[in-house]
């Protein structure tokens, strides 16, 4: 069975209502970010990006804000529905000569009907 | 087109034992992941590889290899397989930094 996501902070959201989600990001270096959906027993998906010379990016239903100023990320998800319940985590590329693709730690969302 | 095929998709080892993760990708992408996901945790990086014949170590790199002998492929090696070494493990490609990652299916791995 599923054992992700045990532990993670959690939003419980009502059917309909807009979700926000939040991550702070660790590498000031950073210059693209991306918001990854996790479904029970699956790899992550990819759900929007955004990179560090933009402050918003627009997708269908969803919208990313990135605010390097306090190195913070935030997921809103419109009219939310009950396939949106998942594990939401964010990912910063590190623009040092590494290159290394570094998750959060991940938030849950439950979507109630 | 398959996109990441991550082989095998479920393995029980004995402590002690060794065995080699695989993941395919057909996507032509430089960039390789390696990456480990416990219970209540994100995912955390073991090794990367950002072109053929190169590897690189990640957050939590230790009791694992890696190789990339060819691009389409990256194997993550157990020498010596630990109880601490159970988990879920993906494996993910990318172009070029700055692109979005593609992840396989996982590989649930138990070490008793």
């Known amino acids: 069975g599923e054992s992700v996501g045990l532990h993670l902070p959690t939003l419980s959201v009502q059917e309909g209502d807009n979700s926000i989600i939040n991550c702070a990001y660790s590498?000031?270096?950073?210059?693209?970010f991306i918001w990854y959906k996790q479904e029970s027993g699956k790899g992550p998906q990819f759900i929007i990006d955004i990179r560090s010379n933009m402050d918003k990016r627009q997708g269908q239903r969803v919208t990313v804000l990135l605010n390097k100023t306090v190195k913070h990320l935030s997921l809103q998800i419109a009219a939310t529905q009950p396939g949106d319940s998942a594990v939401y985590f964010c990912a910063e590329n590190w623009a040092d000569s590494s290159y290394k693709l570094i998750f959060g730690s991940g938030t849950r969302l439950l979507v109630r009907p | 087109n398959a996109g990441v095929t991550q082989t095998p998709k479920f393995r029980v080892l004995k402590t002690g034992q060794s065995m080699t993760l695989l993941c395919a990708q057909d996507?032509?992408?430089?960039?390789m992941y390696w990456y480990r996901q416990d219970p209540g945790m994100g995912l955390r990086l073991i090794h990367y590889?950002?072109?053929?014949?190169?590897?690189a170590k990640g957050e939590v790199p230790d009791g694992y290899n890696v190789s990339r002998l060819k691009k389409q492929n990256f194997l993550l090696g157990l020498e010596s397989a630990a109880p601490s070494q159970t988990s879920v493990y993906f494996c993910?490609?990318?172009?070029?930094?700055?692109?979005?990652?593609?992840f396989g299916q996982g590989t649930r791995l138990t070490v008793v």
């Open positions: 993910a490609s990318s172009y070029p930094e700055g692109d979005e990652a593609f």
């Open positions: 590889s950002v072109g053929e014949g190169t590897t």
């Open positions: 996507m032509n992408h430089e960039y």
């Open positions: 590498n000031s270096a950073s210059d693209y």
